[in-house]
Nanobody, 120 residues
Framework: QVQLVESGGGLVQAGGSLRLSCAAS????????MGWYRQAPEKQREWVAA????????NYADSVKGRFTISRDNAKNAVYLQMNALRPEDAAVYYC?????????????WGKGTLVTVSS
């Protein structure tokens, strides 16, 4: 019965960096995929990144590839998203999630989000 809590959001200038954290109330060792998605005001939910249990496989949305890095620490029951070279279009509420596949439609766990604002 894992619960996820995101943190690390804030206001950053374009080109800057932020590191988001996702803390789980329970073990994430048994969750194959942990990831992040985001949602901007009045826009549809957008998948951002995902990582497998051992971190061997990672996937990123084309819009963030090369700029964002996802990682997970199963011992700490935590997931992270390092965001570099931020752009105004990256502004959104970022959510951590977990599930058996990389599909957002298969999410079993998700948090309440952390707000990222990017100014130009």
């Amino acid at each position: 019965q894992v619960q996820l809590v995101e943190s690390g959001g804030g206001l950053v200038q374009a080109g800057g960096s932020l590191r988001l954290s996702c803390a789980a109330s329970g073990s994430i060792r048994g969750i194959y995929i942990m990831g992040w998605y985001r949602q901007a005001p009045e826009k549809q939910r957008e998948w951002v990144a995902a990582i497998s249990t051992g971190g061997t496989f990672t996937n990123y949305a084309d819009s963030v590839k090369g700029r964002f890095t996802i990682s997970r620490d199963n011992a700490k029951n935590a997931v992270y998203l390092q965001m570099n070279a931020l752009r105004p279009e990256d502004a959104a509420v970022y959510y951590c999630y977990g599930g058996p596949t990389g599909s957002l439609s298969d999410m079993r766990y998700w948090g309440k989000g952390t707000l990222v604002t990017v100014s130009s």
